[in-house]
Nanobody, 115 residues
Framework: QVQLVESGGGLVQPGGSLRLSCAAS????????MGWYRQAPGKQRELVAT????????TYADSVKGRFSISRDNTKKTVYLQMNNLKPDDTAVYYC????????WGQGTQVTVSS
């Protein structure tokens, strides 16, 4: 069955960095555009970054552009999100999924940006 396991979150001060990982299994990872999403308390889940199957196309939400970088390793079936210059507004649970959000959601990883 489909499994998406996110990791790498934590508590970080404003201006800090984190690298998130998402290990995928149970589907043909390498043929899909993947994305990172986040959901802050009381808000809807939003798509923050996508990466095409061969990493040739990457897109970012305006709120993270220039600070976040998405990458993937198809041999490891893993997608990454490098987050730099973190801000308190980045506080959320982060999830990975297809860009369509059509797979079963994992448990996510909590990112808290606070001094």
């Amino acid at each position: 069955q489909v499994q998406l396991v996110e990791s790498g979150g934590g508590l970080v001060q404003p201006g800090g960095s984190l690298r998130l990982s998402c290990a995928a299994s149970g589907f043909t990872f390498g043929i899909y555009t993947m994305g990172w999403y986040r959901q802050a308390p009381g808000k809807q889940r939003e798509l923050v970054a996508t990466i095409s199957r061969l990493s040739t196309t990457k897109t970012y939400a305006d709120s993270v552009k220039g600070r976040f970088s998405i990458s993937r390793d198809n041999t490891k079936k893993t997608v990454y999100l490098q987050m730099n210059n973190l801000k308190p507004d980045d506080t959320a649970v982060y999830y990975c999924n297809r860009d369509t959000g059509s797979l079963s959601w994992g448990q996510g990883t909590q990112v808290t940006v606070s001094s």
